[in-house]
């Protein structure tokens, strides 16, 4: 129980009882007792209540507060309410003798008076008329926290992976006929779906103030050709059999072409789709798409070009004239004098006298694990087994190398250094009409019409060259070798290899064997894998 005060009226004048607490009860506080008498005009000195709080112990203390006669003191209250505004809490003060008990109204004008409107608790009223705790917190009225809702969320049925590579035996070498990179899903199959927002509820502060929840965030699908959304809105279905993929948040379905063989009795195959090649792709055809390719058998001296994934199970005799380029990655079993590029990564077990250039890394550390002759390109990491051979055959290795950043480096110098011979031309023509304007010389409106023109294109060209100095930078940095290129051995290096890393170069003098070649400085050093 709470410590608590109580007035007391005789004929000596007015005076306060001072009751400690009980067990874990609060103490008394002085300024709760000096504002309560200031509410019911009874004057008192403040040394004198200070000195009865410190010496306010186990036993009551009764200080005596003015000689002056006043009518007897009913029971009150006051609300006060928290900070936060979600909680209003009660305190009572007993009466003195012949005063009058507080009521169920009393309380609700107090209420109104400190603007509590909502979250009234008429329980926790009718309790404390009952039980009467004098200078204690009543929690009278209480408000509400908004009630968080749930985003929308999609969910997607089939496997999102494009980067999957093949099944690694338990040998180390790669099953490349289990490549699992073609998700196949069938007409009518539900292929994602929308799990609804929920909005989350109102909070309310005792004040009557409604507090709204976050807003929910909702989905909605992004698809390509070859699906529906059902009634509701709600599932993305497939029209087709064929394969699905997410690309870039986007969902596509090909549908697919199968063949034996491309050749003589296929001709060119020219598709919108997957393309699935039973058996081998002979010389001099071609194949391009803007899906994925799959061979089963061997590419021989042709070409594929595709949007997606280029997937070759036996791999690709090149013979010189074969090339490969896709949009996305590419797996085969063996490369051999073939031009392949990628816009993401290469795998195979063999790359052999081939130009292999990959926007993301390249991989030949299963199987055999051997890159020799020819040149392999990468933009972040080259990972093999082994590099060149003992007989020392050409072989060019170069990774933190961007093609496109190099001819878009030397296309924006180009442009900046075009761009600022000409302005001050165009500023020598600007400055001399505004000249002529000053000296009262009427211009022609096509005089005029020129000069807003080339104001225009003064100012546009400026704002180029400040983008294209940004680009510039951006580029060079990264050219420079702020990157984290690397070429990784596990196997041997060989003499005779030709390395660039991020444009540190050097020719292999003596063998690397399972190490890490990384550019430090303005040099290419190994280090441990």
Do not use: W
Not at 368 to 391: D, P, Q, W, Y
């Amino acid at each position: 129980m709470n410590g608590y005060f109580q007035i007391q009226i005789d004929e000596s004048g007015v005076s306060v009882l001072l009751s400690p607490p009980i067990g874990d009860g609060e103490p008394l506080r002085a300024g709760e007792l000096k504002e309560y008498l200031d509410r019911i005009g009874v004057p008192y000195d403040a040394a004198t209540i200070n000195s009865a709080f410190h010496n306010l112990k186990d036993e009551e203390i009764v200080v005596f507060l003015t000689p002056m006669g006043i009518l007897p003191v009913d029971e009150r209250c006051v609300v006060n309410v928290m900070a936060d505004k979600l909680t209003a809490v009660l305190r009572m003060y007993p009466p003195s003798a012949g005063g009058i008990p507080l009521t169920r109204a009393k309380i609700m004008e107090a209420l109104e008076y400190a603007k509590v409107k909502s979250g009234i608790n008429e329980a926790a009223i009718k309790v404390a008329l009952e039980d009467r705790q004098y200078c204690t917190d009543i929690v009278v009225a209480e408000g509400s926290h908004p009630t968080p809702g749930r985003d929308a969320e999609l969910k997607y049925y089939f496997d999102t992976n494009n980067n999957a590579r093949p099944e690694l035996k338990e040998d180390g070498s790669v099953d490349f006929f289990k490549l699992n990179n073609l998700h196949r899903c069938t007409q009518g199959q539900v292929l994602a779906e929308i799990i609804p927002e929920e909005r989350g509820e109102d909070g309310v502060d005792v004040f009557g103030n409604i507090t709204p929840p976050r807003e929910v965030k909702k989905c909605t699908f992004s698809y390509g050709r070859n699906m529906e959304i059902s009634p509701d809105g709600l599932q993305l279905i497939s029209l087709v059999d064929g394969h699905v993929a997410l690309i870039e948040g986007t969902v596509f379905v090909s549908d697919v072409y199968t063949v034996q063989d491309v050749g003589t009795s296929t001709g060119n195959i020219e598709y919108k789709g997957d393309v699935e090649v039973k058996g081998n792709v002979c010389e001099n055809f071609s194949i391009k798409t803007t899906g994925n390719v799959f061979v089963n058998g061997v590419v021989e001296g042709a070409v594929i070009e595709a949007g997606g994934n280029i997937i070759i199970a036996r791999g690709m005799h090149g013979q010189n004239k074969g090339r490969l380029k896709a949009g996305g990655n590419v797996i085969a079993k063996f490369i051999s004098a073939a031009k392949v590029e990628a816009e993401g990564f290469i795998e195979a077990d063999q790359i052999l006298n081939a130009q292999v250039s990959s926007e993301r890394f390249v991989m030949a550390d299963t199987g055999k694990g051997l890159i020799t002759g020819g040149r392999v390109v990468a933009k972040s990491a080259i990972k093999a087994k082994n590099i060149g051979t003992s007989m020392g055959a050409s072989t060019i290795i170069e990774v933190g190398v961007d093609p496109d950043a190099k001819r878009r480096l030397a296309e924006l110098q180009k442009s900046v250094g075009e761009k600022t011979k000409a302005i001050p031309q165009m500023k020598k023509v600007i400055n001399g009409l505004e000249q002529k304007l000053k000296a009262g010389v009427k211009l022609t409106e096509e005089q005029m019409e020129n000069a807003r023109m080339l104001q225009e294109m003064l100012a546009r060209s400026q704002a180029q060259i400040h983008e294209e100095l940004e680009e510039i930078e951006l580029l060079d940095n990264m050219l420079k070798g702020k990157n984290n290129a690397h070429i990784d051995i596990r196997g041997t290096m060989y003499q005779g290899v030709a390395v660039s890393i991020s444009g540190a170069t050097m020719t292999v003098k003596n063998q690397y064997t399972f190490c890490r070649l990384v550019k430090k400085g303005a040099d290419i050093a190994s280090t441990n894998l």
